[in-house]
Structures are given as structure tokens and as C-alpha cells.
């Protein structure tokens, strides 16, 4: 493996714009800036913002949008979405005004929706059109998924910038489209296949990128008192994400015997609705606790000493932005994004990576069990995972957001 840093660079030059198969490979100077020397965006006063249906795609367009108010209070923002998705009732709780499109699936078969597909992309694309017109919009920001493509083939015909963020490792076709209109795309993990992409990372909530090792272990007692746990024993924190994941609740439970046997203790969060059926006589025991669900993560993470989890986009970036090692058990469904998320990361050192079938409670019993017992081994996984993530993708994102608004500033400033 290549033994520079992944976020490095060959050089400090911008995207090649006659090299259309460019991908996520090299740092450019809004990669290199440390986080303290972001420069406000002055010139940009309002931006549309496109993205929804999953929380993968509304929870960095949200970080953005909250970024971009602490920069400027008076900026607009207006955020482009469907009346079905997740961003319905997510975008208005954070305050953000919401400008409704059709929600267009492109059909997987040949069918009559396959017919009144034109006629519902020209819907989505007007729809789009006016939520620029009507924001004023200088730059139009998208995060994938269906809202994005109609935003993207909008904003190109109105002349308004576009930027993209890709959240995954393999992109997705809205931003594939995206990527073909604009020399300002950003993505989260290194090796992305998206055209002039830069690696800015995760947009992230602020609550979550302030949990540098420092501030974890300040927070620790609270975190353990929290739980009912103790400081003598290591935590592994295992989440499948709000809605859970079956295989790690099955495989921790069978393993729970082994894990408090040899001195361990357990965080796991299950899922709303979904339950952890551990064995007698562990089932009550003090050392093993479990949610459904976990409103405060930063306890979740200040008590962890190891994660076991899935690997979305969204998880990977907050467990190497807080700087804590991870076994990765990838989604086994999709078009195997979330191996590839994960892949960077334990590359560098960063965590381990199991497939979901072989994880299984002897794997955790081989692997996971004596891990937590390593004090070098669990540091400098540690090391590797903070040396890989990316704490501050909010402020780089709105780097590019000025950037892109100031292109066509000065663009308009030389009667271009």
C-alpha cells in the first residue's frame, strides 16, 4: 500500500478537467487547510441544497446547512427535496425551509411506469428549476439520490453552479450526472470513481466531531456512570444503526459468554423494535447493556474502547473522525458500497473488515475478545483510524461552496 496519508496528493493542482475518468486520488489546497483556517464565505448569500429519502443523504446536507449558518446567520438556504422521503420530516425540525419535487424512480423492468418516465422527469426538472429561481440560488449543492439529478440538469440549464458530494465509496448515477457538469465535486472516501472528485469527507454534527480523544476521555466518567459500567473493564460498543442489524445482535449475544468472561464489557444498541436474546444467566447481567436506540452517541463513543458495526458512509466517517477502531461488518446487500467504505480505513490500519456471513460467534470469540485485552493493539488502531478521518468535512465542503460561488463571481466580474 501506498505509505502516504490517504487524504495526501500527488500535487496541489485542481481537477483535470480533459481527464474525465479522474477519481477521488489527490489533495488540492481546501484538503490541506487545517481546521482552524477556514475562510468565511462572504460572497455566498443563498444556496440550494439537494438531497434525501435515506439519512445518508439528509444528515451531511443538514451538517452542511448548519455549517453554512454559523458562517454567515444571513445566508439562505433552501433545501430541495420529496414530500416521501426522510428529508420531510428531518429538514423542517432543523428549521431549513423545504422546496418539494416529484420523486422519480427510474423503473428496474420494462412496465407503464417505464412509459410516463419522461413525463415525470420533466415535472421533477421544472420543479427544480423554480426552487432555484425562486431562492435566488448562487450555487446548487447535491448529496445524491432522486432529488439531485433533476437539481444537477436545472441548475445547468439556469447557468448556476453546481457542487457535488458523494457520501460513498461507489457514487451513485445522480451524482455520476452531476460530476459531468461542474469542476467542483467532493467526496468522503479516497479512490471514489467520480469524475475530478476531491477527498473533503463527511459533512458531520459538530456534537460528534468534537469527540477527539482528548475530549472522550474527559467525558468517559460521565459516559460510564451513564451506562452502569465500570472504568476496569474495556467497552465494545456494537451498533447496527437506528434500525439495527440482526446478524450482530444474533452473533453478540451467542458470544456475550465469552466477552464477560474474560473481563469485558458491552454497549450495544439494537434497533427500535429489535431485541438481544443473551443466554442465561447473562441475561441480566450488569456488564452487558442494551438499547433499542441511543439518543446521546457521544456517552455511546466516550465509553467505547472498540466499535463492532455496519459501514455505512455516514458510520465509517464518525468512527474514524473520533479516531476509534472499528471491526466493520459490511451490509451484505446493495452493490457492495459499504465494503468498499470500510476498505480505506482498515487498509491504513484502521479496524478490521468481516464479511457478514463469517461473522459469527466464533469470529468474535478468535478475534474480538482478545483484541479488547491489547492495550497497543486497540492504540494504535486508534492512531490509524484518527490519522485516516476527516473531523472537519463540513468546513472543507463550504470551502468549495465559496469556491464555487466565487468562480462565477468572478466570472460575471470579467463579462464572461
Not at 48 to 58: I, K, Q, R, S
Not at 218 to 225: M, N, V, Y
Not at 273 to 296: A, I, S
Amino acid at each position: 500500500m501506498n505509505s502516504a496519508h490517504p487524504h495526501d496528493g500527488p500535487d496541489g493542482s485542481a481537477p483535470n478537467r480533459t481527464d474525465p475518468d479522474r477519481t477521488a486520488s489527490g489533495a488540492d489546497d481546501l484538503r490541506e487547510r487545517s481546521p482552524g483556517s477556514h475562510r468565511a464565505p462572504s460572497s455566498v448569500r443563498s444556496v440550494l441544497l439537494a438531497g434525501g429519502g435515506t439519512a445518508g443523504h439528509v444528515a451531511p446536507l443538514l451538517a452542511l446547512a448548519d455549517c453554512l449558518r454559523r458562517r454567515d446567520p444571513q445566508v439562505r438556504i433552501t433545501v430541495l427535496g420529496t414530500a416521501e422521503g426522510l428529508e420531510a420530516q428531518l429538514v423542517p425540525q432543523a428549521g431549513y425551509p423545504m422546496a418539494i419535487v416529484p420523486r422519480v424512480p427510474v423503473p428496474r423492468r420494462l412496465s407503464g411506469d417505464l412509459g410516463r418516465l419522461p413525463v415525470r422527469l420533466k415535472a421533477a426538472n421544472q420543479a427544480a428549476a423554480e426552487a432555484i429561481s425562486d431562492a435566488g440560488a448562487q450555487v446548487v449543492v447535491g448529496f445524491g439520490g432522486y432529488v439531485s439529478a433533476p437539481a444537477y440538469i436545472a441548475a445547468r440549464r439556469l447557468g448556476v453552479p453546481i457542487v457535488v458530494h458523494e457520501a460513498n465509496s461507489r457514487p451513485g448515477l445522480a451524482n455520476r450526472l452531476g460530476a459531468r457538469f461542474t469542476p467542483h465535486v467532493a467526496c468522503a472516501f479516497p479512490g471514489t470513481p467520480l469524475r475530478g472528485a476531491q477527498v473533503l469527507g463527511m459533512p458531520l454534527r459538530p456534537r460528534i466531531t468534537a469527540l477527539d480523544a482528548a475530549h472522550r476521555a474527559a467525558l468517559r466518567p460521565e459516559a460510564l456512570e451513564y451506562f452502569g459500567l465500570t472504568a476496569q473493564r474495556r467497552t465494545l460498543l456494537v451498533t447496527g444503526g437506528s434500525l439495527g442489524a440482526q446478524r450482530l445482535n444474533e452473533t453478540l449475544a451467542a458470544a456475550a459468554p465469552d466477552l464477560l468472561g474474560a473481563g469485558h464489557q458491552v454497549v450495544h444498541l439494537s434497533g427500535r423494535g429489535k431485541q438481544v436474546d443473551l443466554p442465561e444467566p447473562w441475561r441480566h447481567n450488569p456488564h452487558y447493556v442494551v438499547r433499542e436506540y441511543l439518543d446521546r452517541m457521544d456517552l455511546a463513543f466516550a465509553a467505547a474502547d472498540l466499535v463492532m458495526c455496519r459501514a455505512g458512509a455516514g458510520t465509517v466517517s464518525e468512527i474514524t473522525a473520533i479516531g476509534l477502531p472499528a471491526a466493520y461488518v459490511p451490509l451484505p446487500i446493495g452493490n457492495g458500497e459499504q465494503r468498499l467504505n470500510a476498505a480505506p480505513v482498515v487498509d491504513a490500519g484502521g479496524g478490521l473488515l468481516v464479511a457478514d456471513a463469517a461473522c459469527t460467534p466464533d469470529w468474535v470469540r478468535a478475534e474480538i475478545v482478545p483484541l479488547l485485552s491489547d492495550d497497543a493493539a486497540l492504540g494504535r488502531m486508534a492512531s490509524a483510524a484518527a490519522g485516516f478521518g476527516i473531523r472537519d468535512g463540513d468546513e472543507r465542503l463550504a470551502d468549495l461552496v465559496a469556491v464555487a460561488a466565487g468562480w462565477v463571481a468572478a466570472r460575471e466580474g470579467d463579462g464572461a
